[in-house]
């Protein structure tokens, strides 16, 4: 059974990029530590106008091992007042085409 990509934009206004990298750094350490959790990729875009900041790509073993990390434990991480002005878009997808160069 292949991975599950899990990919979260995240939206975080100019200035508040340290801030968003140390809450972002903490739920990731949480999720890293569950079942089924394989790895990401954290991107930093290099325009510093781009609506999303920053795009977090993940890989889970199953859909189940996602939906079970999201528990109280992370909802006490990752929803909390100190996330004001940060938002996020995310999904679950399934690869349908790989390549290289």
Known sequence: M???PFVNCFEVPEGK???FFALWREVNAYM???P?????RLHRSLAPDAKFRFV???EWESTEHWR????EGFRQRALGPEW????????L???VHTGAA
């Open 2 to 4: 292949p991975a599950v």
């Open 17 to 19: 990029e340290e801030t």
């Open 32 to 34: 890293a530590a569950k």
């Open 36 to 40: 089924g959790y394989l790895g990401h």
């Open 56 to 58: 977090n790509y993940a």
């Open 68 to 71: 079970a990390a999201h528990d």
């Open 84 to 91: 004001e002005g940060i938002s996020s878009t995310h999904a």
């Open 93 to 95: 997808y399934e690869v």
